[in-house]
Every structure is written in C-alpha cells, then in structure tokens.
C-alpha cells in the first residue's frame, strides 16, 4: 500500500493563478481531509469529505474548492491564488463508522509558495 | 470560544531524562484525545489514543495521560532518545462531530 499520496512535492505560484492540488488514498477510506500548516503553527483544516460525493467546509475554506468523484481521490482547488495561500498542505484520511475511531493518515505534503 | 494549547516554546531535553508535554483544552466535551508525531518536511504519524474515559495509556516508552476535569492531557517520552526529537501535535474529536482539531504542536529536542 502507498497510502496517502500528493502531487506536486513543491509548486510556486504567481498571484491570481490557480492550480489543483491532487490526493489519493488506497486504502479504501470513507473520510479525507485537507488541511494547511502555516510555519510554527498547527494543521487548521479546509475542507473534508465523508464519503464520495459528499464534501463540507472545515475551518479556512474561503478561497479553496474541493471534489470526491471517487474514494480514492480528493482533488483541492486554488482558483485565485494569494500569498495569505503560502503554506503546506496536508492530505489526510480515515475510516470512520460509528463507534470506531478515527486515525487519520497523512500525505508527505505540498509546499506552495504564491508571489 | 474553543481553545487547545500545547506549549509552543521548545523543549530541549537531555538524552535518557523524561520529556513531558501539555496539552490543555477549553470549552471542548471530547470523546477522545490524539497524540501525532511531526518530523521536519513530513507528514503526522499516529501515535497514541486515549478516551474521555480512560485516566493512562502506554506505548512502549510512551505514556499518555487524560484528565477531563483539568481539561488536559499530559504526554510522556521516558528514557528519551534523540531519534524522539520531532514536532508532537495533540488533537481532540468532539462527542458530537468527526473532524478533528488540532493544536500548534510542542518540538522536543534530545541532546545525547
């Protein structure tokens, strides 16, 4: 299994571009998650999902988008990148049923800078 | 509003000695507690889980403490290495809910 993968490593953006952000799970998960991680500061989240089809805001989702066409994978979407965007961002994913607890996996990350 | 605080300074530690870490909560009824390790340039990794009605839980030279009347949990690294510096992040789940909130994380380092 190579669990959580992300794509790019590293991206640099100019202001007003967008980009998407690409995630895959291969270990049958019903949640992902995305969140960012901005220097010395913890994992706020964006934007999750509980299953496919389904996706809901987190705590930052302004600016950001996201999509489950499929289990495996969890696509997030800048469309008018700002450098307040400039972070690390981590995917993550869980199996959740009710009464079982969620450990959540993480991706290696995307650092994105936006000038 | 709700809040979880970890320690924000680092804690330099020497090699063999307990290292000990806080993570306080406000205006949080959590079902469960977890505990994440960070290396530079990673992913969090996993490590312990403990529920609102569990007081200890201990993994290997990890030990981790829950006390909802205090709000906190305490994180021990007992007979500490340097392989255990890292980034540690604590992250609550509330009863009613299935995100995770995470807090800003304590960096421990190990001098040999």
């Known amino acids: 299994n190579a669990g959580v993968t992300q794509t790019p490593k590293f991206r640099i953006l100019k202001i007003g571009q967008s980009m998407t952000l690409q995630c895959t799970q291969d270990?049958?998960?019903?949640?992902m998650y995305w969140y960012r991680q901005d220097p010395g500061m913890g994992l706020k989240l964006i934007y999750y999902?509980?299953?496919?089809?389904?996706?809901d805001k987190g705590e930052v989702p302004n600016g950001y988008n996201v999509s489950r066409s499929t289990t495996e994978d969890f696509p997030l979407r800048l469309e008018l990148a700002a450098p307040s965007q400039t972070s690390v961002y981590f995917c993550?994913?869980?199996?959740?049923?009710?009464?079982?607890?969620?450990?959540?996996?993480f991706g290696p990350g995307t650092r994105l800078t936006v000038l | 509003s709700q809040k979880i605080e970890q320690n924000s300074e680092a804690l330099n530690i020497q090699e063999g000695k307990t290292a000990t870490l806080t993570c306080n909560y406000t205006?949080?009824?959590?079902?469960?507690l977890q505990w994440y390790r960070q290396d530079p340039g990673r992913g969090p990794v996993f490590l312990l889980l403990?529920?609102?009605?569990?007081k200890e839980k201990r993994k290997e030279r990890l030990k981790v403490t829950f006390d909802t009347t205090l709000k906190q949990s305490l994180f021990h690294i007992t007979a500490s290495q340097p392989a255990d510096s890292a980034t540690y992040l604590c992250?609550?789940?509330?009863?009613?809910?299935?995100?995770?909130?995470f807090g800003g994380g304590t960096r421990v380092l190990v001098k040999p």
């Open positions: 993550a994913s869980s199996f959740q049923v009710a009464g079982i607890t969620d450990t959540q996996y």
């Open positions: 270990m049958n998960h019903n949640y």
């Open positions: 999902s509980v299953g496919a089809g389904i996706t």
């Open positions: 205006n949080y009824s959590p079902a469960y």
């Open positions: 403990i529920r609102e009605n569990e």
């Open positions: 992250a609550l789940r509330k009863a009613a809910g299935n995100k995770l909130t």
